[in-house]
């Protein structure tokens, strides 16, 4: 063997799950992504003949009492939620082994923060289009009395569904709070003045760890929104969390129509759901959706280019921001935080090139 022959060798590394069985149902066939706090893979459901993303939660975290509630209570939240724009929950449960798992639907496509990190700002059309999907997904989850908390574009998935190019659907509720009668749970999984959820999305009262509402998850969709239109985040000048909240407290935002080319009523949607005061955002997702659907009827032209790349208004030349580091704690992390090369990204769903017909 020549030193170029060795210089090109790759040594393959097995998942061991692969190929065996989860609860007598799950067949693992490939691992999608990992992270310190488990795994997704692609797994076929023996009893429907169906293509699964099983996410199963690494053993050596059994023992933690507040991962376990999270992973259950992301499978609680997903369980009662059957909106289009929801990532769908088939089977939530334990193995006799203790293996913590759930079984949710297979998506394609790429997560709206790999499209704006490939593209920078998105044509002001577009952004709307998937604010008013992630709208329907909040609408059904507040009804139920489920808080999101994390949401943020690395959540927000988009695939090709019939003719929708960009068919939006809303993952990972693994932090999601559950409200019963108008009170927080009793179970809550964190403690008061705990702050959890990426900062850099977060309203001023999720970051001083008090009481989140569908009001708080409304500000989180007005930053995704300002940053899919400009390239940067409303707040994008702090670093830490401190200097976060100080800007939270203190700054205001500069209007959208400064920074680029959308109709002034966007602008006013978009600064009303930044509002530092949750009494003065939208009342509820649903009052949100009819305003944006305003904005798209008032500004309706004959044809919408399918191409997300293409408008007629001027994109701006603006650095992207990168996206946030994290918290160093384990309990504080992106369930799944590494990725696996042999998949283009870490969110649930998301799969490689289809395997070929059996």
């Known amino acids: 063997m020549t030193a170029d022959d060795t210089n090109r060798t790759r040594v393959a590394i097995r998942d061991p799950l692969v190929g065996t069985m989860v609860a007598g149902r799950y067949r693992i066939e490939l691992r999608i992504a990992a992270g310190g706090f488990g795994a997704i ?6 009893e429907t003949g169906t293509d699964v993303a099983l996410k199963l939660l690494h053993p050596r975290l059994t023992s933690d009492r507040a991962v376990v509630a999270r992973f259950r209570r992301e499978g609680a939240a997903l369980a009662q939620l059957r909106d289009p724009h929801t990532v769908q929950a088939y089977d939530v449960g334990e193995t006799e082994g203790g293996e913590l798992y759930i079984a ?3 998506l394609e496509g ?3 923060h790999d499209r704006f990190r490939q ?3 998105l044509p002001w059309r577009h952004v709307v289009a998937i604010a008013r999907a992630v709208c329907s997904s909040l609408a059904e989850a507040h009804a139920l009395g489920i808080v999101h908390r994390d949401l943020k574009p690395a959540n927000i998935h988009l695939e090709e569904r019939g003719d929708e190019r960009n068919f939006v659907k809303v993952l990972d509720f693994g932090i999601a709070k559950i409200i019963h009668g108008g009170a927080l749970d009793s179970a809550d999984l964190t403690t008061a003045g705990q702050m959890i959820g990426t900062f850099d999305y ?6 001083i760890g008090g009481q989140c509402t569908p009001q708080s998850d409304l500000f989180t969709l007005g930053v995704v929104m300002y940053e899919m239109l400009t390239g940067v985040r409303p707040f994008g000048e702090a670093q830490t969390a401190t200097q ?5 407290l203190t700054a205001t935002p500069e209007p959208l129509v400064r920074r680029v080319d959308v109709p002034p009523e966007l602008d006013r949607v978009v600064m009303r759901c930044l509002d530092r005061s949750a009494a003065r955002r939208y009342g509820s ?5 009819v305003e944006l659907d305003f904005v798209l009827a008032d500004h309706a032209r004959p044809r919408i280019p399918a191409d997300p790349t293409s408008d007629d208004q001027t994109r701006p030349t603006v650095p992207v921001a990168p996206a946030a580091a994290g918290f160093d704690s384990l309990d504080e992390r992106t369930w799944i935080d590494e990725p696996v090369l042999v998949a283009k990204s870490t969110l649930p769903g998301i799969v490689p090139p289809k395997k070929p017909q059996r």
């Open 41 to 46: 893979y692609r797994a076929l459901d023996l």
């Open 104 to 106: 949710m639907e297979l």
């Open 110 to 112: 790429e997560s709206l």
């Open 119 to 121: 593209l920078g700002p």
């Open 202 to 207: 977060m309203a001023v009262e999720q970051m």
């Open 244 to 248: 976060m909240l100080a800007m939270l």
């Open 285 to 289: 997702a649903q009052e949100l959706a």
